[in-house]
């Protein structure tokens, strides 16, 4: 699956994972990685990183717990 699967390249501006990650304490992108297994357990994200910050923001994003709520403001239609 693609790292961004709400399309584009870099993460994109979408006010539902702006809300969820505000309420996480969390990156968009760290959002978005914990989504997909949250969505679907067929899913696995494999994110590229380009820096040891960047990785380090996805190895956290593992310890991200997306709540029904979230996954429900996440797929509610934009």
């Given at each position: 699956?693609?790292?961004?699967?709400?399309?584009?390249?870099?993460?994109?501006?979408?006010?539902?994972?702006?809300?969820?990650?505000?309420?996480?304490?969390?990156?968009?992108?760290?959002?978005?990685?914990?989504?997909?297994?949250?969505?679907?357990?067929?899913?696995?994200?494999?994110?590229?990183?380009?820096?040891?910050?960047?990785?380090?923001?996805?190895?956290?994003?593992?310890?991200?717990?997306l709540?029904?709520?979230?996954?429900a403001?996440?797929?509610?239609?934009?």
């Amino acid at each position: 699956m693609p790292y961004f699967p709400l399309g584009g390249f870099g993460v994109p501006e979408d006010d539902r994972v702006g809300r969820v990650a505000e309420r996480h304490g969390a990156t968009a992108a760290q959002v978005l990685l914990a989504g997909l297994p949250a969505l679907s357990p067929a899913m696995l994200a494999i994110p590229g990183t380009s820096s040891p910050a960047h990785l380090e923001e996805n190895i956290a994003a593992a310890g991200l717990r997306l709540t029904g709520d979230d996954l429900a403001v996440l797929t509610a239609a934009g």
